[in-house]
């Protein structure tokens, strides 16, 4: 008994309910009062866990856990337990967070943890003219096609470093262009651009926000820009928090489109972000500054 009790003290750490989990496996092989006590927990404490198995909220339990697996799988393995908590709801199920969240935890289920990085992409030093921050000066949109935010991001691949630029709708969330290059030529946002413009009809007035990197500041990207009729908005010098909603879509696209995964190619890590933006992000994932709408389903409410 001695024995036994030694080879599963790494065990013993664990809750009480994966414990008696782990007895209800080994009670075939093992006497019950012997396994119980290496697991520091009461023979009468299992017997009683065993009987709380068949009450009706452990079966919905068991039933919301099965309703839980395939929302997370779809959702690549990204929501945590508010957006899985919404999805359900959808659904017809009325549950709290809480509850969602001990259950995932009981099955191991983890969301992906946005990483902490430090963009190196802004060429700020430059004497070319930069535009006031008119983002901070006007009321926040109220429909789509009002203001559309702008950043730039690196990518790490096998090959080297391949660079993003994005464009994001402020009051929608959704990513209506992007292109990716190996250079930061002013042709990186040029191209994310044309692509937001071959997209969809620009609304007269659009105010195009980003930080004073030298690829904004142009005279051929600002000359493009006023060709459409849209107005420049840079943000203040060394204040990242003036285009926080971007840097937050970086953040969020690095965490859950690559995985922690470096691609073996530029070419591969392209065909990913195609794949999560325009198939999952635009489409499908549920945003919480949206009332946990996807951007285009939000979109729809407008059109």
């Known amino acids: 008994a001695g024995h036994f009790k030694k080879s599963l003290q790494h065990l013993v750490g664990r809750g009480a309910a994966q414990r008696f989990t782990v007895i209800e496996q080994m009670k075939s092989l093992h006497c019950v009062t012997e396994t119980a ?13 065993l009987r709380k198995e068949a009450c009706p909220r452990a079966q919905q339990d068991k039933e919301l856990c099965e309703a839980i697996d395939p929302i997370f799988v779809a959702s690549r393995r990204t929501y945590g337990s508010p957006r899985i908590m919404h999805a359900l709801r959808r659904r017809g199920w009325r ?11 009981s099955r191991g289920l983890r969301a992906r943890q946005k990483r902490r990085f430090r963009p190196k992409t802004t060429q700020s030093d430059h004497k070319l003219p930069v535009a ?10 109220d429909r789509p096609g009002q203001v559309w935010l702008a950043d730039i991001t690196y990518i790490q ?11 994001l709708d402020h009051c929608s969330r959704r990513c209506v262009g992007w292109h990716a290059q190996e250079s930061l030529a002013s042709s990186l946002v040029i191209r994310a651009w044309q692509k937001a413009c071959n997209k969809q009809q620009l609304a007269p007035g659009l105010l195009h926000h980003s930080d004073r990197g030298v690829q904004y500041a142009t005279t051929q990207f600002q000359t493009l820009l006023h060709s459409h009729g849209a107005s420049a908005s840079m943000s203040r010098k060394a204040n990242p928090y003036d285009n926080a909603i971007m840097e937050s879509f970086f ?5 859950e489109c690559f995985k922690n995964q470096i691609p073996k190619s530029r070419r591969e890590a392209k065909l990913i972000l195609f794949d999560y933006i325009e198939t999952f992000y635009n489409r499908f994932r549920l945003h919480s500054a949206l009332q946990y709408q996807s951007p285009l389903e939000f979109e729809k409410h407008f059109t």
């Open 132 to 141: 006031p921050n008119w983002l901070a000066k006007i009321p926040k949109p």
């Open 95 to 105: 549950c709290g967070k809480n509850r969602i969240a001990r259950l995932m935890r």
């Open 37 to 49: 006590d290496a697991f520091a927990v009461s023979k009468s404490g299992f017997f009683a866990h």
């Open 157 to 167: 691949t096998q090959e080297g470093w391949l660079y993003l630029s994005g464009i």
């Open 251 to 255: 953040a969020t696209l690095k965490t």
